[in-house]
Nanobody
Framework: VQLQAFGGGLVQAGGSLRLSCAASGLTFSSYNMGWFRQAPGKERESVAAIRSGGTTYYADSVKGRFTISRDNAKNTVYLQMNSLKPEDTAVYYC????????????????WGQGTQVTVSS
């Protein structure tokens, strides 16, 4: 299984970025997917998740600014990030996850590599 995330970069506060995560080696359409982030000195946290059927969940800190979506035909999950803030600076990871009833999954089945997002003030 490979989950390859890309699209990170440096952006000014108020700007936007779209992260993509391309999956291979798994039946993508059957998996719930999530985006996590880890800032320096902090624990990794879940920021957005999407069920295989399309139901979405968001952390309070990103609600209204971030949008998670998926394209099962392309085996890809996206994270559109708008109105970025300096506190959004982190390494962002995608993951194939287990059962979802909130933004925090019961377990993570597979991790992707991270992509750095830096928001300057």
């Amino acid at each position: 299984v490979q989950l390859q995330a890309f699209g990170g970069g440096l952006v000014q506060a108020g700007g936007s970025l779209r992260l993509s995560c391309a999956a291979s080696g798994l039946t993508f359409s059957s998996y719930n997917m999530g985006w996590f982030r880890q800032a320096p000195g902090k624990e990794r946290e879940s920021v957005a998740a999407i069920r295989s059927g399309g139901t979405t969940y968001y952390a309070d800190s990103v609600k209204g600014r971030f949008t998670i979506s998926r394209d099962n035909a392309k085996n890809t999950v996206y994270l559109q990030m708008n109105s970025l803030k300096p506190e959004d600076t982190a390494v962002y990871y995608c993951a194939a996850v287990g059962a979802l009833i909130s933004v925090v999954p019961g377990k993570v089945n597979f991790w992707g590599q991270g992509t750095q997002v830096t928001v300057s003030s």
